[in-house]
Nanobody, 127 residues
Framework: QVQLVQSGGGLVQAGDSLRLSCTAS????????LGWFRQAPGKDRDFVAA????????NYADSIKGRFSISRDNAKNTVYLQMNYLKPEDTAIYYC????????????????????WGQGTQVTVSS
């Protein structure tokens, strides 16, 4: 069983930056895909970004390309989501997730393929 513990988030103003962290309780994330998703009030949970732990390839949702960046720290078993130029429409609960099978579907954001989920963290962007 893999536990994902998230940190970061909070209330910021439009144009500010935030960094979310997600640390996995597993010996190694080699072979995993780690992803970030978000759920705005009254909406479905949507894909944000994913990273393949081995090799570091990434994929992003069109809505955040150029503003958000996903990265990893091998030594800390932690994945980050750096969010810049935040907009009010970025307000949501953000979740990290892990797929131990490293499939293309999870790189593309197919949620059902992710086996493990973090607890979620609120990001609120005021105008």
């Amino acid at each position: 069983q893999v536990q994902l513990v998230q940190s970061g988030g909070g209330l910021v103003q439009a144009g500010d930056s935030l960094r979310l962290s997600c640390t996995a309780s597993v010996h190694s994330l080699s072979g995993y895909v780690l992803g970030w998703f978000r759920q705005a009030p009254g909406k479905d949970r949507d894909f944000v970004a994913a990273i393949r732990w081995s090799g570091g390839s990434t994929n992003y949702a069109d809505s955040i390309k150029g503003r958000f960046s996903i990265s990893r720290d091998n030594a800390k078993n932690t994945v980050y989501l750096q969010m810049n130029y935040l907009k009010p429409e970025d307000t949501a609960i953000y979740y990290c997730a892990a797929d131990p099978w490293s499939t293309e579907a999870t790189m593309e954001g197919r949620q059902i393929e992710y086996d493990y989920w973090g607890q979620g963290t609120q990001v609120t962007v005021s105008s």
